[in-house]
């Protein structure tokens, strides 16, 4: 029986990067499938692919009823499907279609109107959706990294996973997170002149920050909750759980703690991932 995953979501947000990560992790990705037409391709298909990954979107219609039924007939025969769905802010789609100059493909008489239509018609999709992923502040390079993280492995029944994201507030608060830790009490970094121009990732500010007093109480609390909160979340049966920490640029103190949380994770064999949406900002 194949692995499917159906992405969708906004126009703009990045469904052509996710589709190619997938089919470097070896999915065999159908583009432009027609909401209706799921369940006759995986027929089609007649698992000649163990992975298999369409990208459904409004250049097929706005009619979404159709792919959703396709969903639960899916589901009640068996497959597992995953669904993935793609958004940013409004403003940033219409920043990024007015930058590469292309239509929007649901054609209304402004681009906002475009994509509040598109949002409107895709909302019950995005409800039902396993993983929403927003892509307003993520580089290409950063949502490559997060699909292939939540995608790589090609078990089904697993547990959840787990992911540990560093940011700046000044850039805004990652909107797919599930807990957001503010990292500003602890003394920056950036005020002590040999460590400004380095990162977290770096092992002098990793050191800096790792030996303030109150950094281990702090790291010690979050692992208390994380050890708390991660096992009740899994028996609810969420996939995915992201965890954002903060600081005011997103380069020192809230790489180093991500770090910190990112390996006691995986030494209690946590599927985890860590990412810096901020670091090169």
């Known amino acids: 029986m194949p692995e499917l995953v159906v992405i969708t979501g906004m126009s703009g947000a990045g469904r052509s990067t996710a589709s190619n990560a997938l089919e470097d992790l070896g999915f065999f990705v159908i583009d432009n499938l027609p909401a209706g037409l799921i369940g006759e391709a995986v ?17 097929g219609g706005l009619n979404f009823e159709s792919l959703e039924g396709a969903l639960d007939e899916l589901a009640a025969t068996g497959v597992p499907v995953r669904v993935l769905f793609l958004d940013a802010a409004d403003d940033i789609l219409v920043k990024r279609f007015q930058e590469s100059r292309r239509p929007h493909p649901v054609d209304m008489p402004t681009l906002s109107s475009s994509i509040a239509a598109e949002r409107a018609a895709l909302d019950g999709l995005r409800d039902r959706a396993d993983l929403v992923l927003d892509t307003g502040g993520r580089s290409v390079h950063d949502l490559r990294s997060t699909v292939q993280g939540a995608f790589g492995d090609r078990q089904m029944v697993r547990p959840m996973r787990v992911s540990v994201l560093s940011f700046g507030f000044k850039h805004g608060v990652p909107q797919e997170a599930d807990m957001v830790l503010d990292a500003r009490f602890l003394p920056n970094p950036h005020w002590v002149p040999a460590l400004r121009d380095l990162t977290g990732l770096d092992g002098p500010v990793a050191d800096y920050v790792a030996g303030q007093p109150d950094t281990p109480a702090f790291v010690d609390r979050v692992c208390d909750m994380l050890d708390f909160l991660l096992p009740r979340y899994e028996a609810e049966g969420k996939a995915y759980f992201t965890v954002a920490v903060g600081c005011t640029g997103g380069h020192h103190r809230s790489v180093a703690i991500a770090e910190q949380l990112g390996a006691w994770l995986r030494e209690r064999a946590v599927p985890v991932s860590v990412t810096h949406r901020d670091i090169e900002r």
């Not at 000649?48 to 990208?55: E, G, P, S, Y």
């Open 43 to 59: 027929e089609w298909d007649d698992n000649r692919h163990d992975l298999l990954a369409f990208v459904v979107d409004t250049r």
